[in-house]
């Protein structure tokens, strides 16, 4: 599996390197060239790295590509947005210039669609970002989770995240029925979407400061548990209204892939 990803990634980089125009990097154009675009060995001189070393990159061999090695290949191929997830994905690595929460506000209407997403739905709905921020929600469930997204951020400034309230407010163990079994589940689900990202910047440090704040969430980290994010029944003692079920629908957004839409539908009789 892992060659294949490589093999991919080689050619991805071996394709988009292939339709570059020297003149558009700086480089001087004309003359016979053997080959289409930048040859491999400039490419290599403007992302600072060996030829040989890009070589065995484009062949796929088990080379290991930095994020900041990435970011430097997507800008020299003028990669747009799209292609440049794919470049990341395809090396099962985390884009350093990825929007933290809040910055995709003027990125072509992102967050107002967001709101608009989740405004359409007539129940509970929230959306996570791949740190479980909490990017866009609904009245509902701000009304639902009371203690988590009743307020913009937290003390320290920071967005609404659902590790933090699992795992640091007292009100998510009142909240949430069977917190013990639900608080498992979340952080094995947590695991499986972090993937290999989760030795990286931002997780690795949400993942440290959870660890050092709460020794549940530790142990329950080292378990090493994976599990996906499932649907089913979800229930609540809540401090006004009772108790209350729902039954949870999770959805992955196209244009975003970091993002999921988590609907929370009334379950009736």
Same mark, same amino acid.
């Given at each position: 599996?892992?060659?294949?990803?490589?093999?991919?990634? $080689?050619?991805?980089?071996?394709?988009?390197?292939?339709?570059?125009?020297?003149?558009s990097v700086g480089l001087p154009g004309g003359g016979r060239r053997r080959t289409p675009?930048?040859?491999? !060995?400039?490419?290599?001189?403007?992302?600072?790295?060996?030829?040989?070393?890009? =070589?065995?990159?484009? @062949?796929?061999?088990?080379?290991?590509?930095?994020?900041?090695?990435?970011?430097r290949l997507a800008d020299v191929l003028q990669l747009s947005a799209a292609e440049r997830a794919y470049l990341f994905s395809l090396a099962e690595r985390l884009d350093p210039q990825r929007a933290p929460h $809040?910055?995709?506000?003027d990125d072509s209407g992102t967050a107002s669609e967001l709101h608009a997403l989740v405004a359409a739905v007539q129940a509970p709905a929230y959306v996570l970002d791949l740190q479980w921020d909490a990017v866009a929600w609904n009245p509902d469930a701000a009304a639902l989770f009371a203690g988590w997204l009743d307020g913009d951020a937290d003390v320290a400034g920071r967005a609404p995240n659902l590790l933090r309230f699992m795992f640091l407010q007292p009100a998510a163990r009142s909240l949430i029925v069977d917190w013990p079994h639900r608080a498992r589940r979340l952080v094995a689900e947590f695991r499986a979407?972090?993937?290999k990202l989760a030795g990286q910047e931002p997780l690795a440090a949400l993942i440290a400061e959870l660890s050092a704040a709460s020794a549940e969430f530790g142990e329950l980290w080292t378990l090493q548990d994976v599990l !996906?994010?499932? $649907?089913g029944v979800r229930r609540f003692?809540?401090?006004?209204? $009772?108790?209350?079920?729902?039954? @949870?629908? =999770?959805?992955?957004?196209?244009?975003r892939h970091d993002l999921k839409l988590i609907m929370l539908l009334p379950l009736h009789g």
């Open positions: 599996m892992q060659a294949t990803m490589n093999g991919k990634l $080689g050619e991805f980089i071996r394709l988009h390197r292939e339709r570059v125009s020297p003149q675009g930048l040859r491999r !060995e400039e490419l290599a001189q403007l992302c600072e790295v060996s030829p040989t070393w890009l =070589t065995w990159l484009e @062949q796929g061999r088990p080379v290991a590509a930095s994020a900041a090695m990435l970011a $809040g910055a995709h506000d979407d972090a993937g !996906e994010r499932e $649907g003692r809540h401090p006004a209204r $009772g108790a209350l079920a729902f039954r @949870q629908a =999770t959805l992955h957004l196209a244009r």
